[in-house]
């Protein structure tokens, strides 16, 4: 007569095993899932509180100013006498006529930047990141930035695999 076995066979360590190894598979697949879900989650809402930032703060300029004094596209001279919406590099927005001072936003290496002076001083504040580009068209339509007593502002941002596009039109209420 067999006594109590108190240890297990290896049919039931085998079987017990394959079971955890199932059992662990699906957990990495949905830990796996979860985290790639919050990255995509996490790089878009930093692209929209970055594009709602920086328009707020590009807004608020333009409503102070009194007139675009600079549009410029890269590597191109000024293009503020245009009709048409422009990727632009360097825009300025004066807003002290006695003075000429202007408020400057420049786009370069994925950034814009934000300035106070003259309208051909540099721009040396970081506003935001991820930007790609930013266009500007007069508003409204038929009318030459010099003319215009609005803007369309759009920006496009970009991180990693994510991107984003936010646009607005801005009055000057100082014009």
């Given at each position: 007569?067999?006594?109590?076995?108190?240890g297990y066979?290896?049919i039931?360590?085998?079987?017990?095993?394959?079971i955890?190894?199932?059992?662990?598979?699906l957990?990495?697949a949905?830990?796996n899932a979860?985290v790639?879900n919050?990255?995509?989650?996490?790089?878009?809402?930093?692209?929209?509180f970055?594009?709602?930032?920086?328009l707020?703060?590009i807004?608020?300029?333009?409503m102070?100013?009194?007139k675009?004094?600079l549009?410029?596209?890269?590597g191109?001279?000024?293009?503020i006498?245009s009709?048409?919406?422009?990727?632009i590099s360097k825009?300025?927005?004066l807003?002290?006529?006695?003075?000429?001072?202007?408020y400057i936003?420049v786009?370069?290496?994925?950034?814009i930047?934000?300035?106070?002076?003259?309208?051909?001083?540099a721009a040396?504040?970081e506003l935001?990141?991820y930007?790609?580009e930013?266009k500007?068209?007069?508003y409204?339509?038929?009318?030459?930035f010099?003319?215009?007593r609005?803007?369309r502002?759009?920006?496009?941002l970009r991180k990693?695999?994510?991107?984003?596009?936010?646009?607005?039109i801005i009055y000057?209420?100082n014009?």
């Amino acid at each position: 007569m067999l006594g109590y076995n108190r240890g297990y066979t290896l049919i039931e360590l085998l079987i017990s095993m394959g079971i955890m190894f199932v059992v662990i598979i699906l957990a990495m697949a949905l830990f796996n899932a979860n985290v790639s879900n919050f990255e995509i989650i996490s790089n878009e809402s930093e692209l929209q509180f970055q594009s709602q930032y920086i328009l707020n703060f590009i807004s608020t300029r333009i409503m102070e100013s009194v007139k675009i004094e600079l549009i410029r596209i890269e590597g191109a001279a000024s293009v503020i006498n245009s009709k048409r919406e422009f990727s632009i590099s360097k825009m300025a927005l004066l807003y002290n006529d006695q003075l000429n001072l202007c408020y400057i936003f420049v786009v370069k290496n994925n950034r814009i930047y934000y300035g106070n002076g003259n309208s051909h001083d540099a721009a040396t504040v970081e506003l935001g990141r991820y930007i790609t580009e930013m266009k500007a068209a007069p508003y409204p339509q038929g009318k030459t930035f010099a003319e215009a007593r609005a803007l369309r502002i759009t920006i496009r941002l970009r991180k990693g695999n994510q991107s984003y596009e936010a646009d607005q039109i801005i009055y000057m209420r100082n014009s």
